[in-house]
């Protein structure tokens, strides 16, 4: 598969899921009302919008290292960030949950494309293009995305 084939069906799909988050959110007013859930509904949109904003970075950037690049690198630290916030929230809510238990992941995963997205050339060394790297870890950070997503609609907290 061509890499901004594939960066541009990621950002899409991304983006789409974006939407039916909101679809979801829409209809489940009484997650506003306690702090916890409304932060873990805002992290499972942020676990797909910077996924999304990082594939349509990288599909500007195909030919502009700097440009894609840049934008992983800012991407990068946001997903720490709200992952780290995240974390904190989702352990305190539901510990015995798969991804509150492996929820390091996430912000490993994020630390990963910053890394890579610095010292790019470093891909080249087990013979993938930096971006095709970066497509790796982004597949890792939609699945987390995922089963984030998919935990916390299905628990009892």
């Avoid at 990082?54 to 630290?77: E, H, K, T």
């Avoid at 060394?125 to 997503?149: N, R, T």
Wanted: net charge positive; hydrophobic share 55%; proline share 3%.
């Amino acid at each position: 598969m061509d890499i901004s084939t594939f960066y541009a069906v990621t950002s899409a799909t991304c983006f789409t899921l974006v939407g039916l988050w909101w679809s979801v959110v829409k209809g489940k007013a009484e997650w506003f009302k306690d702090e916890a859930k409304k932060r873990l509904a805002g992290g499972v949109y942020a676990s797909f919008l910077v996924p999304g904003l990082m594939g349509l970075a990288a599909q500007a950037g195909v030919d502009s290292p700097f440009v894609w690049r840049a934008i992983f690198i800012v991407a990068a630290g946001a997903g720490m960030t709200f992952s780290g916030r995240l974390i904190r929230v989702t352990r305190q809510t539901n510990p015995s949950g798969a991804f509150s238990r492996n929820s390091w992941v996430v912000p490993a995963l994020y630390a990963l494309v910053l890394f890579f997205a610095v010292f790019s050339d470093i891909a080249r060394f087990v013979g993938l293009h930096p971006l095709q790297l970066e497509a790796l870890l982004l597949s890792g950070l939609i699945l987390c995305a995922h089963g984030m997503a998919w935990e916390f609609t299905t628990s009892n907290f």
